[in-house]
């Protein structure tokens, strides 16, 4: 996977970033740091096909993204892009194991023991998302959007709620994850260690990307 950006402006109430451009080649990763409320959320989705941006382009393998018809549009999103969102968006009514089940009934893939493994959440897979801690949870949408095997991963915030040992060994997942599958990694923090592990590092201020 390939992933450019072009010319990209966005605003809502006051506008957010202006003519930002970036290139993530293929098991390249990015990080987006930047204050509260800069935008950083809002380029995430832009770049994972969620909003249509006012100005700019999306490249996904040399194809503009919002050029694309409905149907295409949601087949990428299905198959090729995996979100892990700030918030965990994961069904209530739902056990963990259901929750990643869902995206192996979608994509046909099996459910790797290994994953779930590494993640450390197999014995908690009976349990609801109520029952367990906010960094389990994390850990089960992480493991819920890594099944379907995307080719672009989305991640906002993804170790907000994980102890710092745990937060390195998750990110250590996601790094070896996009090596072997040939995958792109673009990452949200505000951990500025780690956004320094990624191979390039912006901030957004002052509706720019700076390179930090
Ligand atoms: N759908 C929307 N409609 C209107 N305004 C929005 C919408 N989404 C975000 N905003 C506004 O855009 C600004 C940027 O929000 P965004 O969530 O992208 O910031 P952020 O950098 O991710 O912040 P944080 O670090 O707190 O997560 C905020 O002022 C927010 O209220
Ligand atoms: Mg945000």
């Known amino acids: 996977m390939h992933l450019s950006v072009k010319n990209l402006s966005h605003s809502f109430d006051y506008p957010l970033f202006n003519d930002i451009s970036f290139e993530l080649p293929s098991k390249s990763s990015v990080s987006i740091t930047g204050g509260s409320g800069s935008g950083k959320s809002t380029l995430l989705h832009i770049c994972s096909t969620l909003l249509k941006p006012n100005r700019g382009e999306i490249f996904f393998e040399g194809k503009s993204l919002y050029k694309l018809n409905a149907d295409e549009l949601i087949n990428i999103r299905r198959n090729d892009v995996g979100i892990i969102f700030q918030s965990h968006f994961l069904f209530k009514g739902f056990s963990a194991f259901e929750n990643i089940e869902l995206s192996s009934v979608l994509t046909g893939l099996p459910l790797e023991d290994e994953l779930l493994k590494k993640l450390g959440i197999s014995h908690i897979l009976k349990q609801k998302?109520?029952?367990?801690?906010?960094?389990?949870?994390?850990?089960?949408?992480i493991a819920r959007v890594l099944s379907k095997k995307p080719k672009i991963i989305f991640a906002d915030e993804p170790t907000g709620n994980l102890d710092t040992s745990t937060a390195a060994e998750v990110t250590e997942l996601l790094f070896d994850y996009i090596k072997s599958n040939n995958a792109v990694l673009f990452l949200v923090t505000h951990d500025l260690n780690l956004a320094k592990r990624c191979d390039m590092s912006y901030k957004l201020e002052n509706l720019e990307l700076k390179d930090f």
């Open 129 to 141: 998302p109520g029952d367990i801690s906010g960094g389990q949870q994390q850990r089960v949408s």
